[in-house]
T-cell receptor, first 114, second 114 residues
Framework: DGGITQSPKYLFRKEGQNVTLSCEQNLNHDAMYWYRQDPGQGLRLIYYSQIVNDFQKGDIAEGYSVSREKKESFPLTVTSAQKNPTAFYLC?????????????FGQGTRLTVV | AQSVTQLDSHVSVSEGTPVLLRCNYSSSYSPSLFWYVQHPNKGLQLLLKYTSAATLVKGINGFEAEFKKSETSFHLTKPSAHMSDAAEYFCVVTSSGGYQKVTFGIGTKLQVIP
């Protein structure tokens, strides 16, 4: 089945540690995105990538980093520089670089800093 | 500037009664509009989308929405609520320009009372 897979579903991190969230898609989509979701704030864009080896900062990129070495994969690293990393993280992909077509979302990773 | 306003953060209906989730938008460009649904601790699933074709859009699970340019609205409706409709719903507006013009509403939580 085609889809987008995020792992792990739940993640705990100690303060000061970096952690990487995985996002894989087998939909052959060019564009991939990372969002952060906090209660009452909707979704906020962290990073997006329209093609392999290229990515752009979204609205809240500080404290995060990404890579796009393969079309299928778009991992997100939450660094120790992110001051408030506890949140629900969603990865998405779409056919093209624009967003006028449907975006497909993963099931999310809930990150908790302890 | 582009924005989307979901007028109710919480909506509660009885099972079998109509559902109305309200969304107003503003955009300097010809917008595309989407409604997504999110069940607890899950990713987002597309319900329906408007991309300048018919103004009345039918989606999955009996939902529909009407694009009203004069009112800048894109309200989501369903004639009869089902218990499985209890979830959070997001209205999304994009411009026809490029990725950067994607805006999520803050979400409306729908409660269905038996």
């Amino acid at each position: 089945d085609g889809g987008i897979t995020q792992s792990p579903k739940y993640l705990f991190r100690k303060e000061g540690q970096n952690v990487t969230l995985s996002c894989e898609q087998n939909l052959n989509h060019d564009a991939m995105y990372w969002y952060r979701q906090d209660p009452g704030q909707g979704l906020r864009l962290i990073y997006y990538s329209q093609i392999v080896n290229d990515f752009q900062k979204g609205d809240i990129a500080e404290g995060y980093s990404v890579s796009r070495e393969k079309k299928e994969s778009f991992p997100l690293t939450v660094t120790s520089a992110q001051k408030n990393p506890t949140a629900f993280y969603l990865c998405a992909s779409s056919i093209g670089g624009g967003f006028n077509t449907e975006a497909f979302f993963g099931q999310g990773t809930r990150l908790t800093v302890v | 500037a582009q924005s989307v306003t979901q007028l109710d953060s919480h909506v509660s209906v009885s099972e079998g009664t109509p559902v109305l989730l309200r969304c107003n938008y503003s955009s300097s460009y010809s917008p595309s509009l989407f409604w997504y649904v999110q069940h607890p601790n899950k990713g987002l699933q597309l319900l329906l989308k408007y991309t300048s074709a018919a103004t009345l859009v039918k989606g999955i699970n009996g939902f529909e929405a009407e694009f009203k340019k004069s009112e800048t609205s894109f309200h989501l409706t369903k004639p009869s609520a089902h218990m499985s409709d209890a979830a959070e719903y997001f209205c999304v507006v994009t411009s026809s320009g490029g990725y950067q013009k994607v805006t999520f509403g803050i979400g409306t939580k729908l409660q269905v009372i038996p």
